[in-house]
Nanobody, 120 residues
């Protein structure tokens, strides 16, 4: 089993910054890709950023140039640096990872979510 634990959410004024972290632990042979999603009240969950192992990050158009996803040294922790935050960034942010528990078996895992609130 694998656990994803997010941290770093909170309340910030518009224009401010937050950094989210997601640490994966448990039976991990490798991680194919790590992602951040968000879900605002009354809206569908949407992909914010993704970082394939050894690959190039990609972002939702709404956050390009403001958010940066990183996974230093390809370890089992992914970060989301969020700058120039806007009220419309308010949502619960979820970490997601495609984890290999063996060389051939992989499963999608989700964190519990962390609230980000941006005040105007």
């Amino acid at each position: 089993q694998v656990q994803l634990v997010e941290s770093g959410g909170g309340l910030v004024q518009a224009g401010g910054s937050l950094r989210l972290a997601c640490a994966a632990s448990g039976r991990i042979f490798g991680i194919e890709v790590m992602r951040w999603f968000r879900q605002a009240p009354g809206k569908q969950r949407e992909l914010v950023a993704a970082l394939p192992s050894g690959g190039t990050s990609n972002y939702a158009d709404s956050v390009k140039g403001r958010f940066t996803i990183s996974r230093p040294d390809n370890k089992n922790t992914v970060y989301l640096q969020m700058n120039s935050l806007k009220p419309e960034d308010t949502a619960v942010y979820y970490c997601n990872a495609d984890v290999y528990s063996t060389s051939y078996y992989h499963t999608d895992y989700w964190g519990q979510g962390t609230q980000v609130t941006v005040s105007s």
